[in-house]
């Protein structure tokens, strides 16, 4: 006869079990410092309280306490205290060492959760400490800025699992990043130089409740609406597919595009290869080579992003809203996207007040960008796009907004009027158009072009 209640005991011992090994277990015991270490900066790390707390000090550069084992896939939550509104702090995840750095104490890398008191608020946000800088600011996702309480305790959730890694600050969503870097790393809690900010000196920073799960990882769905940065080169992740982006370039041909002015795509003057869509170098002159190609399918109000890489001195731009209605001699006629060499291409100095300067909108308004959000020459950079249906307009630089602009408007009229293109009537207001990518005789690589309609 079968034993209902044994089994009935034994099923639900196993739920226990199953149960148990789901749960986080803690990273911090509240007693000791047992399995981390201090490295590269000299500000002090202590246990009190059941906490562990740095001390800001004068004089020593980023200070880390990292985790002597590394981690792959995993959640992280834990309760963060930064005194000041003029400093930051943050969470190193997946993050390594180089230890001949920094003058030999050690120098930090990998992707950070950023802590923000600051006005600019980009707490949540995802750093790359001495690598590539900012991978997702909080422009990127401007109704998180608000998260952050200062001078309490603020609960952050982090979750790396494959190559996502996903961010909450006080059980609100707010970033998302895609990235082939870092299977696994150290996890480390930030003290950050104070530079010469002297009333940060002896200030802490308090972390609490440190506890991660490694194991029967559940990944948080996050709400629509949030914007991703997918490093990933010419992919779409099913949360991006559903929110309804496309690729506009698949990475191995040009199917969807076509020469300015053309039926077929140009025999010469464009390259594809490794993924990688690419302006062959010829006289530098405009769309004399190859020419320009567009998108065949034309666009109204939309949200576009694309990566791009210069060559030392190169010009290049993405257009849009391009009819190709105009007999124009070069290139096609359109609102453009600047994609210049700033320092090496002389254009950067024609103009009026740098409106042909990289992220511009070419020729019309300036980018207000600063020298730490670029990235070098030869590096790739993230630049998205996006046109309301209400005409409203914005331009992005490796996640930084450095424009805004209404097509049609008064503003946009008298701006038009002083330009180049005063001559062209209606200029930039046409209801829909093509995306270009110029030819301008300089090689420039293009790659994970994505846009979604509005």
């Given at each position: 006869?079968?034993?209902i209640k044994?089994?009935s005991?034994?099923?639900l011992?196993?739920?226990?079990l199953?149960?148990?090994?789901?749960k986080?277990?803690p990273?911090?015991?509240?007693?000791?410092?047992?399995?981390?270490?201090?490295?590269?900066?000299?500000a002090?790390y202590k246990?009190e309280d059941?906490?562990?707390?740095?001390t800001?000090t004068?004089?020593t550069p980023n200070?880390?306490?990292?985790?002597?084992k590394?981690y792959g896939?995993?959640?992280l939550?834990?309760?963060v205290?930064?005194?000041g509104?003029?400093t930051n702090?943050?969470?190193?995840?997946?993050?390594?060492?180089?230890?001949?750095g920094?003058?030999?104490?050690g120098?930090?890398?990998?992707r950070?959760v950023?802590i923000?008191p600051?006005?600019?608020?980009?707490?949540?946000g995802?750093?790359?400490e001495?690598?590539?800088?900012?991978?997702y600011?909080l422009?990127?996702?401007p109704a998180?800025?608000?998260?952050?309480?200062?001078?309490?305790?603020?609960?952050?959730?982090?979750?790396?699992?494959?190559?996502?890694?996903?961010?909450?600050?006080?059980g609100s969503?707010v970033?998302?990043?895609?990235?082939?870097?870092?299977k696994?790393?150290?996890i480390?809690l930030q003290v950050?130089g104070?530079?010469n900010?002297l009333?940060?000196?002896?200030k802490k920073?308090?972390?609490?409740?440190?506890n991660?799960?490694?194991e029967?990882?559940k990944?948080?769905?996050f709400?629509k609406?949030?914007y991703?940065?997918n490093?990933?080169p010419?992919?779409?992740?099913?949360?991006?597919k559903?929110?309804?982006?496309k690729?506009?370039?698949?990475?191995?041909?040009n199917a969807?595009w076509v020469?300015?002015?053309?039926?077929t795509?140009?025999?010469k003057g464009?390259?594809?290869?490794n993924?990688v869509?690419?302006?062959e170098?010829s006289?530098?002159g405009?769309?004399?080579?190859?020419?320009?190609?567009?998108?065949?399918?034309?666009?109204?109000?939309?949200?576009m992003?694309?990566?791009?890489?210069?060559t030392?001195?190169?010009?290049?731009g993405v257009?849009?809203?391009?009819t190709?209605?105009?007999?124009?001699a070069?290139?096609?006629?359109?609102?453009?996207?600047?994609?210049l060499d700033?320092e090496?291409?002389?254009?950067?100095?024609?103009?009026?007040?740098?409106n042909r300067?990289?992220?511009?909108?070419?020729?019309?308004?300036?980018a207000?960008?600063?020298?730490r959000?670029?990235?070098?020459?030869?590096?790739?950079?993230?630049?998205r796009?996006?046109?309301?249906?209400?005409?409203k307009v914005?331009?992005?630089?490796?996640g930084v907004?450095v424009?805004?602009y209404?097509?049609?408007s008064?503003e946009?009229k008298k701006l038009v009027?002083?330009?180049k293109?005063?001559d062209?009537?209606?200029?930039?207001?046409a209801?829909?158009g093509?995306i270009?990518?110029?030819?301008?005789g300089?090689?420039?690589?293009?790659?994970?072009?994505?846009?979604?309609?509005?």
């Open positions: 006869m079968l034993n044994k089994y005991i034994l099923a011992s196993l739920i226990s199953s149960a148990a090994a789901q986080a277990k990273l911090f015991d509240g007693k000791t410092l047992t399995g981390w270490k201090a490295v590269a900066g000299a002090p246990v059941g906490m562990i707390i740095g800001m004068n004089g200070s880390f306490l990292i985790t002597e590394e896939d995993f959640i939550e834990l309760d205290k930064l005194e509104e003029s702090s943050g969470i190193q995840t997946r993050s390594h060492i180089k230890p001949e920094n003058n030999g104490k120098l930090v890398f990998g950070q950023e923000d600051t006005q600019r608020a980009w707490t949540g995802i750093y790359d001495a690598r590539r800088l900012w991978l600011p422009e990127l996702n998180a800025k608000s998260l952050y309480k200062k001078n309490e305790f603020n609960h952050y959730r982090i979750e790396c699992i494959g190559n996502e890694l996903k961010t909450w600050v006080n969503p970033a998302y990043v895609i990235d082939t870097l870092d696994s790393g150290f480390g950050h104070i530079g900010v009333e940060n000196d002896g920073v308090y972390f609490k409740n440190i991660i799960q490694t029967n990882l990944s948080k769905a709400p609406g949030i991703t940065v490093l990933t010419n992919t779409l992740s099913v949360y991006e559903s929110e309804g982006y690729l506009l370039f698949d990475g191995k041909s969807g020469g300015a002015h053309k039926t795509f140009p025999a464009w390259k594809i290869e993924g869509i690419s302006v170098p006289s530098g405009e769309s004399t080579n190859g020419g320009d190609i567009v998108t065949k399918q034309e666009y109204a109000a939309f949200d992003s694309f990566e791009f890489k210069l030392p001195g190169a010009n290049s257009k849009y809203f391009v190709l209605n105009e007999q124009s070069g290139s096609a006629i359109g609102l453009e996207y600047q994609v700033d090496l291409h002389p254009d950067a100095k024609l103009g009026r007040d740098g300067t990289l992220a511009s909108l070419y020729d019309l308004i300036t207000k960008k600063e020298p959000y670029l990235r070098p020459i030869g590096s790739w950079n993230n630049a796009l996006i046109v309301y249906p209400n005409n914005e331009h992005y630089l490796n907004k424009l805004e209404v097509r049609g008064e946009f009027a002083i330009s293109y005063k062209w009537k209606n200029f930039g207001e209801a829909k093509h270009l990518l110029q030819d301008h300089n090689k420039v690589d293009f790659r994970t072009i994505k846009i979604k309609t509005l």
